[in-house]
């Protein structure tokens, strides 16, 4: 645009309709409006700032977008944010104990290089969270056992072999620690 | 003193920010009030535009603009063809938007900015495009280039973008004495990068200070800066290009210009607003540049023991339907094909075919795979025909330790440089993966496995890797004055592959600090703008060299005024624990209060700044506070410009059990050895190589971009393009040799693309060792899949159902 031009003024909206949803994030209890096609990880991420969620596929195959919805780790690609009206949701920004230590799956991702470029390790990491914490004490620690549980989340630096070290390092201190 | 970091397995020091949603990329980089970015794209191979009517996209609710080709002003031009070379006599390079004609499906037709990603798409679904019929199209290379085949532009014929001959020694006189001839053809196919993030690109443009700032998920923010004040007309400090976290990248983030770069500051400058485009999984398989697809014919000469006289490879590389990058990925592959093979005679001649399907540039492994795939499955062949053993036959032909430093004569590399391997134990990784496979048990268990119905394969390919290939990088370093923490800046910028950690390393070692007190600004043309980009794994030799050197010059200006401040020889002092120390006492003085002494202050902000005022003891002097060709700080400069390409080598096996009934494979065990020379952080190395392997197994078995006679593209997503997860990508047992290279200071060798270049001829290798019982034809053609281990087994002919 030229100097001399008046800034144009732009529409703020689009046509969608609004709903109002009310949830809980993080352990934060929130209410915004969203369009009822907005998807929960755009919501998360550009509404309410949550960027470490990060959508690598938008189809439900990559697993980065991996959020944990009710206790259950869930694709927030394929989830609208209406859906989630009256949940609760877990994303990577609350893996950190209160007093700013890391989880123990973060530490033990920090310490076998268990991440590179870094954008597929959130969805790793709540999809691993929520099935650490959903075990019974009968969780597979083998390396086959450990890719199982990996399998819904892809990878395209690591190979996923020191990812599969991080999971058994976190699992055995977790186990300890119960 | 402190022990030497370089060569440690330091944990890396930005995974805490990473691994707390921290992350930096570009769709996370906060812009208020952001417009978006959706394309209309072709959905025809070729075809002509004959109107485009946006008036109804326009109307939309919510959409702020819509720009086809006329609307683009000046940037309605061919963009740039990267890398010229002579033999490259058709280049056609696309426009940002397509004008007249389309050249394949995704290509961008119309431009859409809307309020959000939702209104954008909705509208781009909106615009009327009308095309003529469809024309003829032939998308594979053998045919393309036939004389009547139909031509992706009318002005190439044959459809040859490029056509170049590389001879080395005499190969017609050692195709006259040799003693045995082995051909083979072999194919690689269509694969695709696919980093877990897509592309992207942000803009803002701020009308009152003329800046513009582009926030790119590029491997090459400095050329995309020089690009952008090019063809935008602007002063080159009037653009700023960041590269900020980028989530892989593997070769595809490396091309410039993506129609996206050029058009979303374009559209920022037009709008006054910031916009975005993020781009989908989809439009990545669409838009995105793929490489892999050559078909090479190969010929060995040689003797009867097996040693070979001389090569001759005649092969055909697809380029797509533009040539944006040149013809490094088929020049790569014509050197590589020699191997780590002796080989004193070749003569290698290629062309580069338009197709109309997405364009090529490098993929990770650029060219190199496909030629280890011809050249280790002609050693394989060569071995059987001779009735050699498969390792015997490569040990006769290897280049051996004392034959370094060992040229090719004639040989250009893709850096227009000589093809000089510079070091290497060829021979001992040889031994080595022969130990760690243990050849004696493999055997055992083959043989055991037989017995009940199993069938286990052994397969082996050695790899060469030129890397760290000019022109040059530079390194920059500024000792913070308050803090004493060093901040290093390089020009290109990384994906992963842990850059902030191990030029932190290289820097520690000179200035005595911690490397978490070291920290990395790169990919920010604001922090430092002299540089190329990421590729040819060349970071840590290129960077990484001229990193050192600046550090080396920056602990010399340290030592120097160390030595002023504590009355102390130079030869006394020692770095350590972030101070300079007189040896053997406890005088001492921080780096931070170096620092700030180099700097003549006029303002006492703090306790050391008060010792560098004017009227302090220490600083009083008659003369000007700087002396003459001194600067202020500990502040340095350095650029290294490699002499030419430094080798890496290794190689890998694999023992795989092969299903014939399902035509499943199962990796047993996948071994490598390889030699990247002097290793910075082991573990950093471990992450590149295992990653590469991964990356590998799913070229070798699974990933394929599949399109139909008419140029469709039939698998661009992930649920049909297969990606191997953990399930699929077998543990890797890593053994390191390490020769340093003689050609730079810190006798580093690049060693991000090593593990991908010899999986597949190792998979291959291996399933037909395995299914040798049923006397299977050979494996020439990769991605390997059960379908073609189902093809291959019903081929041989042989009594296949009755053994299984």
Same mark, same amino acid.
């Given at each position: 645009m030229k100097?001399?031009?008046i800034r144009k003024?732009?529409p ?6 609004l ?8 352990n #934060?209890e929130?209410?915004r409006?969203v369009?009822p096609?907005r998807?929960?990880a755009?919501f ?11 959508v690598?596929?938008e189809?439900?195959?990559c697993?980065c977008?991996t959020?944990i919805i009710d206790?259950?780790?869930a694709?927030?690609c ?6 989630v ?5 877990r994303t990577?920004?609350?893996? #950190?104990?209160e ?5 123990p ?8 290089h268990?991440?590179q470029c870094?954008?597929?390790t959130p969805g790793?990491?709540?999809s691993i969270v929520?099935q650490l914490?959903q075990t019974?004490?009968d969780?597979?620690l083998?390396?086959?056992?450990i890719?199982v549980m ?5 990878c395209r630096?690591?190979?996923?072999q020191?990812?599969v070290?991080?999971v058994r390092?976190?699992a055995? #201190? ?5 | 003193?402190s ?11 930005n995974?805490?920010?990473?691994l ?17 970015v959706a394309?209309?794209?072709s959905?025809?191979?070729r075809a002509?535009?004959?109107s485009?009517?946006?008036s109804?996209a326009k109307?939309?609710p919510g ?7 006329k ?10 063809l ?7 006599h058709?280049p056609?390079?696309?426009?940002p938007l ?5 050249f394949?499906v995704?290509q961008?037709v119309?431009?859409v ?5 939702y209104?954008?798409e909705?509208?781009a679904r909106l ?5 003529s ?6 998308i594979?290379?053998?045919e ?12 190439v ?7 170049c001959i590389?001879v080395?020694g005499n190969p017609?006189?050692a195709f006259?004495e040799?003693?045995?001839?082995t051909k083979l053809?072999v ?7 696919a980093?877990m ?7 803002r ?7 513009l700032?582009?926030?790119d998920?590029?491997q090459?923010p400095?050329?995309?800066r ?7 007309n602007?002063?080159?400090?009037k653009?700023?290009?960041?590269a ?6 593997f070769?595809q983030?490396?091309?410039?210009f ?7 500051p374009f559209a920022?400058m037009?709008?006054d607003?910031p916009?975005k485009?993020?781009e989908?999984?989809t439009e ?13 014919d190969?010929e060995?000469?040689?003797?009867k023991d097996?040693v070979?006289?001389g090569l ?6 697809d380029t797509?339907?533009f040539?944006p ?14 191997g780590?093979y ?8 290629y ?5 109309p399907i997405?364009?090529?540039t490098p993929?990770?492994?650029c ?6 795939f011809a050249?280790?499955?002609a050693m394989?062949?060569l071995?059987d025909e ?5 390792f015997?036959v ?5 280049i051996?330790e ?5 040229e ?5 590399f ?5 093809v000089?391997?510079?070091s290497?134990q060829y021979?001992k990784?040889l031994?080595m993966?022969i130990?760690?496979?243990n ?13 009940e119905g199993?069938y286990?394969?052994?397969?082996l390919?050695f790899?060469?890797e030129?890397?760290?290939?000019g022109p040059?990088e530079g390194g920059?370093?500024k000792?913070?004055p ?5 901040y290093v ?15 932190a390393?290289?820097?520690?070692d000179q200035?005595?600090?911690s490397?978490?007190?070291v ?5 920010d043309t604001g922090?430092?703008d002299w540089g ?10 290129v960077?990484g060299?001229?990193i050192?050197?600046a ?5 010399k200006?340290?030592?120097?005024a160390?030595g002023?401040?504590?009355?102390a020889s130079?030869?006394?002092l020692?770095?350590?624990?972030g101070e ?12 931070a209060?170096?620092?700030?002494a180099c700097n ?5 902000f703090?306790?050391?700044?008060q ?5 302090a003891?220490a ?5 000007p ?7 202020p ?8 410009a490699p002499p030419h ?5 290794g ?9 014939p009934?399902?035509c ?9 050895v390889?030699?990247?020379?002097n290793?910075?952080?082991p573990t950093?190395v471990e992450?590149?190589?295992m990653?590469g ?8 078995f699974?990933?394929?971009?599949e399109f ?13 393009f297969?990606?191997p997860y953990?399930?699929e990508?077998s ?6 040799i ?5 050609l730079?200071p810190?006798g580093v ?5 090593a ?9 291959a ?7 040798k019982?049923f006397?299977?034809k050979?494996?020439?053609h ?6 073609s281990?189902?093809?291959a087994l019903?081929?041989s002919?042989?009594?296949f159902?009755?053994k299984?």
């Amino acid at each position: 645009m030229k100097k001399s031009e008046i800034r144009k003024a732009y529409p703020e909206n689009s046509s969608d309709p609004l709903y109002s949803i009310t949830l809980k994030v993080n352990n #934060q209890e929130i209410t915004r409006e969203v369009s009822p096609r907005r998807l929960l990880a755009d919501f998360l991420r550009h509404e309410l700032g949550l960027t470490g969620t990060h959508v690598g596929c938008e189809h439900g195959v990559c697993g980065c977008c991996t959020v944990i919805i009710d206790g259950s780790p869930a694709r927030s690609c394929l989830t609208f944010a209406v859906q989630v009206d009256g949940a609760d949701i877990r994303t990577v920004e609350s893996l #950190q104990n209160e007093d700013g230590s890391l989880h123990p799956l973060q530490e033990a991702f920090k310490k076998c290089h268990a991440l590179q470029c870094g954008f597929c390790t959130p969805g790793f990491l709540m999809s691993i969270v929520s099935q650490l914490e959903q075990t019974k004490g009968d969780i597979d620690l083998s390396d086959d056992g450990i890719r199982v549980m990996l399998s819904g989340n892809l990878c395209r630096c690591t190979g996923y072999q020191n990812i599969v070290s991080a999971v058994r390092q976190a699992a055995e #201190q977790i186990t300890r620690n119960k | 003193m402190s022990t030497r970091i370089f060569g440690e397995r330091v944990q890396r020091n930005n995974d805490e920010r990473l691994l707390t949603g921290g992350g930096r990329y570009v769709d996370d980089i906060p812009l208020s009030g952001a417009l978006h970015v959706a394309f209309v794209r072709s959905p025809f191979a070729r075809a002509q535009i004959i109107s485009i009517d946006t008036s109804i996209a326009k109307e939309h609710p919510g959409v702020i603009k819509v720009y086809t080709y006329k609307d683009i002003g000046n940037l309605d031009v061919e963009m740039p063809l990267l890398i010229p070379h002579p033999a490259l006599h058709s280049p056609k390079t696309q426009r940002p938007l397509a004008h007249d004609d389309v050249f394949y499906v995704g290509q961008t037709v119309v431009m859409v900015v809307a309020i959000d990603r939702y209104v954008a798409e909705d509208a781009a679904r909106l615009v009327d495009v009308e095309y003529s019929d469809p024309f003829n199209c032939s998308i594979e290379i053998e045919e393309a280039v036939l004389d009547d085949a139909p031509l992706v532009h009318p002005d190439v014929p044959n459809n040859v973008a490029a056509h170049c001959i590389q001879v080395s020694g005499n190969p017609d006189k050692a195709f006259q004495e040799a003693e045995h001839y082995t051909k083979l053809k072999v194919r690689v196919d269509r694969s695709t990068a696919a980093p877990m993030e897509c592309r992207a690109v942000a803009a803002r443009f701020d009308a009152v200070s003329g800046e513009l700032t582009v926030w790119d998920g590029t491997q090459a923010p400095i050329s995309v800066r020089g690009g952008i004040a090019s063809i935008f007309n602007l002063d080159e400090d009037k653009v700023r290009v960041i590269a900020p976290d980028v989530g892989g990248g593997f070769g595809q983030k490396v091309l410039l210009f993506y129609p996206d770069e050029l058009l979303v500051p374009f559209a920022a400058m037009d709008l006054d607003r910031p916009v975005k485009y993020i781009e989908d999984r989809t439009e990545n398989f669409l838009g995105s540049t793929q490489e892999r697809t050559q078909i090479h014919d190969v010929e060995l000469a040689a003797t009867k023991d097996g040693v070979v006289l001389g090569l001759k490879d005649n092969f055909l590389h697809d380029t797509g339907a533009f040539i944006p990058y040149g013809i490094a990925v088929a020049q790569v592959a014509s050197t590589g094909i020699l191997g780590p093979y002796r080989i004193p005679n070749s003569r290698v001649e290629y062309k580069a075919i338009y197709t109309p399907i997405v364009p090529v540039t490098p993929y990770r492994g650029c060219g190199r795979p496909h030629a280890c795939f011809a050249i280790e499955r002609a050693m394989d062949q060569l071995a059987d025909e001779l009735g050699l053993d498969r390792f015997e036959v490569r040990r006769r032909n290897l280049i051996s330790e004392d034959e370094f430093p060992y040229e090719r004569p004639n040989l250009l590399f893709a850096d227009g440089l000589a093809v000089i391997y510079d070091s290497g134990q060829y021979a001992k990784a040889l031994d080595m993966i022969i130990e760690k496979i243990n050849l004696d048990e493999f055997n055992t268990q083959q043989k055991a496995a037989a017995q009940e119905g199993k069938y286990l394969g052994l397969g082996l390919s050695f790899y060469v890797e030129a890397t760290g290939i000019g022109p040059y990088e530079g390194g920059h370093i500024k000792v913070h004055p308050i803090t004493g923490k060093v901040y290093v800046n390089t020009g290109l910028t990384t994906q992963g592959q842990g850059h902030e950690t191990v030029f932190a390393q290289i820097v520690a070692d000179q200035l005595g600090v911690s490397p978490e007190d070291v920290i990395l600004v790169e990919g920010d043309t604001g922090a430092f703008d002299w540089g190329v980009a990421t590729y040819a794994s060349r970071a840590a030799v290129v960077s990484g060299n001229a990193i050192h050197l600046a550090a080396q010059k920056a602990r010399k200006i340290v030592l120097d005024a160390a030595g002023n401040m504590l009355e102390a020889s130079v030869d006394d002092l020692e770095l350590g624990g972030g101070e300079v120390r007189v040896r053997g006492s406890d005088v001492s003085v921080s780096l931070a209060a170096v620092a700030t002494a180099c700097n003549p202050l006029r303002y006492a902000f703090n306790e050391a700044a008060q010792a560098a005022t004017q009227f302090a003891p220490a600083a009083r002097s008659d003369e000007p506070a700087l002396g003459d060709g001194r600067a202020p700080g500990v502040e340095t400069t350095a650029y290294y410009a490699p002499p030419h390409a430094t080798w890496a080598y290794g190689v890998h096996a694999a023992i795989v059990e092969v299903d014939p009934g399902l035509c499943s494979i199962d990796i047993k065990r996948y071994i490598c050895v390889h030699d990247c020379g002097n290793m910075i952080n082991p573990t950093i190395v471990e992450g590149q190589v295992m990653g590469g392997v991964a990356q590998g197994m799913g070229g070798a078995f699974y990933e394929r971009v599949e399109f139909d006679s008419e140029g469709n593209p039939r698998n661009a997503n992930f649920m049909d393009f297969l990606v191997p997860y953990a399930t699929e990508v077998s543990q890797i047992e890593l053994h390191h040799i390490e020769t340093p290279s003689p050609l730079n200071p810190l006798g580093v060798k690049g060693v991000g693309e090593a593990g991908t270049i010899p999986v597949a001829p190792v998979i291959a290798s291996a399933i037909e060792d395995a299914l040798k019982p049923f006397g299977i034809k050979r494996l020439h053609h990769v991605p390997l899949s059960p379908n073609s281990i189902y093809e291959a087994l019903q081929e041989s002919g042989g009594d296949f159902n009755s053994k299984l």
